[in-house]
């Protein structure tokens, strides 16, 4: 018998809680008639809630439901807790999200100078120098006392320096006025300041972290400033008071005096040109003082867990034994992570559709303990590092079964595709399982839990008597097949149709000569044969040949004109010609011989149903309306205007985007397009349409072309346009740059309509003399799609600002690097085709860097690339400027881009990482910078000569004075 312990404690209980309201489902919606609905209460979970006494006296089901509502709980306090820390730390001041920039800017400026690179010090290897890159030590009461003196000796110093002084220049000239007083005075005092330092001089000692020179770092000019700022205020050197308030007389003045040298950073504009900050939007000094403030409060905490891991390093073998523990530590962590978040993936996927089967069921999924853990294989110089699953030696079939159809849901009911592809990657990731033994005390059911889940074999052989009782199993029977049964369904192909490409066959022609691939639709057996495995003899087929479309259609069974195999799967080859329409009836004495076949008038109804199959199928090669509507994103509307608008780049797609440009009053020098139109004006826009628009020609009457003579002017074409928008009650030309709709938005399509019927005056003006403009795409829908096309574009643009400095600078460098890998990717392939898996993309070539004064651009080197597989790309291009310099002359190979770059120093460390590469192409630095979980994920191919054989072989390419 079977047993759902849900149904008790879910209408029960929820029938007690709600009291006069009503019982069972009903319970928690309230006595009352006429009010809102309150939300389902999970009755469960009333009960706990009541009842929250010895967690001993809880069955199995209420102990999993406990355990969850207390992680919620508690992870609903820990934000709270965060949030709150975080409004403490920001002290009421709320930086906002444009300033983004700017706290990056000041969090590489002060890591810069306390000597903290940007590299990570999580200790994944053996090879990592782990607590080389600390905070400096406290400051002692010895320097604090010593700066506090400095600071009072320095100003009785400086006053009685300046007071001497004075007395002596009063004394040649005492009938000076105020401003001669004035200027003498601060004369004196510059040279009282330089007399004590000149006396007084301090050893700073520098922590400029040298290891941070990439594209995101400062000048070290810059960063010598801001020391020699520390120097003169009396700082041996660049520390803070961490076990005591950023109050501190001491800490503030490290504040102060960082911030006001990176003011002059800025205000210098030696800030690296990466870190976007807007001076207009943000206040800049208030906010740079605040962030820096919050960054050192951070690494007050941090220098505590630095002096704590110090003493374990001050003992005998303490660095291995640190080494050790923190790799440990962070490796139980990321499988324990691994294992929760697989436990709510798989409960996540497939939860809608076990409702019906109880809330036992739902809990068995969502206990942690019942799916397996994961093992990290280190890499093997035969094979990469990988993940490998501890199988669960206790559960039974049946839960191993519903487990791993969860593998499968789990990625399948997800819609966006970066989601699912993560998903995906994660579960074939752990696909294996591993052999590592796992003594069964180490690996038990959980407590109280279903003992009809549990393998019986397990209970008797592998545990002993006080173990298993000790569990407490539940005699409680959880049904778990119907569950299996409903995903084994929703995962079964539900599709009695396929399409295949794989018919060969000619139409009219020699099949010795060009054979053709004819589409064709496969199908399955419509009902089963048993175990006969012969031709069919009793079907119908019909032949239809239509251009290079194949339709077979039968009468009781889909079949060919040899045997059905036993996948109930159809193959057959084509003859080398059929007539347009033939009907044929297969014999059993002679499978395959066509005979002509008269009764047509049965078969009609399924040529016609055939028909309409593959009149769906063609739409859907080419392309659909996804959401019952047409596409909303700018790709998918640019596929669709690609398949019958002319090319952004021919003349009359040219000559609407400068005439409307023209009208908005974008020009080079003015590159920013107009305001969108307000609210008030949103409102007021009269409802025009389509033909009122296009129609209504009278405000042409006024247009003189005898005083319009040069008719390359579009002034007059302006005046007109702002003339018929005044008529109609509109005062401004402009496109809603933030409409939700888009170019579809009301005013977005009235003004396409008045461009249209201006721009069609233009013509007929001879405006667009200049441009060749052809007569096939003067139809209303194919100009309407031209502007549609631009409108949807400028909308991108603006929303986006793809016309921002440091956006286009992305732009420049991204086609750069794109053209330096479509000429290597050619040089391979025409010398090297075996080695061209080397060159999987562009992220493989390094950025340049934006100086157009200078005749030589240098290069922006990868972090990840080794030196070697860098050495074998600049081998591949003297190679493709020697192909070209061959078969053209040398001058127009030395006007290609890749031959004005050099090597630079500059280091980026955040360029993107190409995978699947083998260990000698990636920078043994950066992998150890990764543990195995990483380095699974990054792909990294064993076989390790590969590089080395191509630097061979184009290096044997090459000519001696190349190659040397």
Known sequence: MTILMSSGLGGGAGGGAGGGAGGGAGGGA??????????????LMDDLEDDGGDEDELGYEERVALKYRKTVDGDKKAIQYKNKKGEQRARKINIPESASGLKSAIHEWARALFGLPRLSNSPTSSKVKFLENTLPTTAIDTEVNAWINYSASRETFIDMKVEANMEKLLAKNPSANEATRKELKIRCTKRAVEAYVDSHKIKFSSRVAKATASVYTYDPTQLAFAEAALTQCGFPRLTLQWGCSLSTQWNMAVINSLVSSWLNCFNARAVPSSYYIDSNKINVPMYAKEILTQWLQTKRSVYSQQLRDLKIVAKEGGREK????????????????????????????????LKIYGRATKNILDDVDIHSDTEMVAPTPNSPARLKRIKVGWRSAELDELISLEDKYSYKTIKDPVKKAKVQEGV???????????????????????????????????LDELTVEGLALSDTVINIKDAIAILKKKLKPSATMMCSLSIRGTRGQNPTKRPMHHPALICKQLHQRGQNTGPCTDCTMLLHATGTMLLHVTCSMLCVFGSINTASEIRFTTPSFIPSTTLIQQTSSHPRTLQPFSAVTPLLSLLSSTNQIMASLSQQDAGSWPNGGPPKSRKAKNKLWATYLPKSNEADCKSFAEFTRFLLGHTRHNPDYPNPPTILKLVSLPPLTKEAILHNRSVFTTYNSLSHLDTTDWLPFKALVQSDLSANGIHQYTFDWYAHDGEMSQWNQVMIFFTIKHWRFAQTASAFTNFALDDKWNEDKYQIGIMSHWVCGRIEEVKNGFRKDHKVCQRHRTRKRRELHEYRKVTVTRYAQQFLDLLPSADCCSDTEEDLDVPLQKSIRPSWRSEKYGNWLHLVDRLSYEHQSTVMRRYQATRRFDTHREPGNTINPLAKVCTKLPESCYDSSFLSQYGEVQQVMLGIQSNSSHLDDAVTAISALLPPSQNS
């Open 322 to 353: 640190l080494v050790k523990k923190k790799i440990t530590a962070a490796e139980k962590q990321k499988m324990k992570d691994l294992k929760k978040k697989l436990a709510k993936t798989r409960s996540e996927a497939i939860k809608d559709h």
């Open 428 to 462: 074939a990731l752990r696909s294996e399982y591993s052999t590592t033994k796992v003594a069964p005390e180490d690996q038990t059911p959980p407590y109280q839990f279903y003992k009809c889940l549990v393998k019986p074999a397990y209970l008797t052989d592998e």
């Open 30 to 43: 309230g006595g009352g008639s006429g009010g809102d609905a309150l939300p389902e209460r999970d009755a």
